[in-house]
């Protein structure tokens, strides 16, 4: 291993053998080499841990923790704590950064030496193909105080992100009692009470890979999640005036929350809809959609009542 690699790159796995190879991969592939790459296994069954001694075998930078029954947070700070880096990269087994994403992060740093959280905009991927970027060329990036865009959304994706290691004190890691992905988004938000000077890059450096599933059972494990620690953050915040920016938020969340329950409902027990429209409406009267969605599901039958609905119906279960 180098003496004093410039960015420590954590990496959790657990029952990724048919991936992480290739995320791997792409990390020896990386243009900038002073790096060290801090994998953490939870334990897998599969060929998870076999693959990824074969690359600590093969090139010192990458070093091996078998660490059972860690969960993803866990694993993480594991990492943090082993490293030795002055940057901290994330990367998920089974996402896929391009060949110039570090380098293109380090010339941030050389840019603006203010800057302590970098990321990149990124592919969404299926594995094979990309299915579109998450930032578009329209939409503007964050940057430097981005506390309130902050709250309102997870607006990075974790394997995009370089993180200065000294502002990843003890007290300031990943919370282990979160679960269902929203981990990231925690921290981010922490880090940002704190003071963040953020700078990414409109170019995709990233492949994030979306795995197929019950998208329905997903998304209401998500929400869940993210209504959890948009609670327990706006029970912490030292800054009265983000408090509204968290409760409209938390709303927000509460409101999606309706109608990801009232989704697997709909074929079987259609009545129970127009309520859920309703109070999802009532906690988010900003989005006018779902008070429209409301007036159709409840129109009368003789009017054109069935078809409005149907639609309605149509809409929450693709959505949700």
């Not at 941030?108 to 990124?122: G, S, V």
């Not at 506390?147 to 370089?162: K, Y």
């Not at 938000?189 to 890979?209: I, Q, S």
Request: positive net charge.
């Amino acid at each position: 291993m180098i003496e004093s690699p410039f960015i420590s790159i954590v990496v959790p796995a657990l029952n990724v053998a048919g991936v992480i190879e290739e995320t791997l991969q792409a990390v020896s592939r990386q243009t900038f080499q002073n790096f060290e790459v801090i994998i953490v296994d939870g334990g897998s069954t599969d060929d998870s841990a076999t693959i990824a001694q074969r690359f600590c075998k093969n090139d010192a930078r990458f070093s091996f923790v078998l660490q059972h029954g860690s969960d993803i947070s866990t694993a993480r700070n594991t990492a943090i704590q082993r490293a030795c880096g002055e940057w901290i990269a994330f990367l998920d087994a089974d996402d896929v950064w391009l060949p110039t994403k570090l380098k293109r992060q380090f010339e941030l740093i050389q840019k603006d030496p203010r800057a302590n959280f970098l990321f990149t905009n990124y592919y969404i991927w299926d594995g094979q193909n990309d299915l579109g970027v998450y930032y578009r060329p329209s939409h503007s990036l964050p940057d430097g105080d981005v506390m309130r865009r902050l709250i309102s959304n997870n607006i990075f994706g974790t394997s995009s992100i370089l993180v200065q290691r000294g502002i990843l004190t003890d007290d300031c890691r990943f919370d282990s009692q979160l679960s269902n992905g929203c981990e990231d988004w925690d921290l981010w938000l922490r880090l940002a009470e704190r003071g963040l000077c953020v700078r990414g890059t409109h170019d995709p450096l990233m492949r994030y890979r979306r795995w197929q599933g019950n998208k329905s059972n997903q998304k209401l494990k998500t929400l869940l999640g993210d209504i959890q620690l948009l609670e327990k953050n706006l029970r912490a915040t030292q800054r009265p005036k983000l408090r509204p920016f968290y409760r409209r938020s938390l709303n927000f969340a509460l409101a999606k929350l309706e109608l990801a329950r009232v989704r697997p409902l709909v074929e079987t027990r259609p009545a129970a809809v127009p309520a859920a429209v309703w109070r999802a409406w009532r906690l988010h009267p900003a989005k006018l959609k779902w008070l429209m969605w409301f007036v159709l599901v409840i129109w009368p039958t003789f009017l054109g009542g069935r078809m409005t609905e149907r639609i309605v119906h149509r809409k929450i279960i693709q959505k949700w």
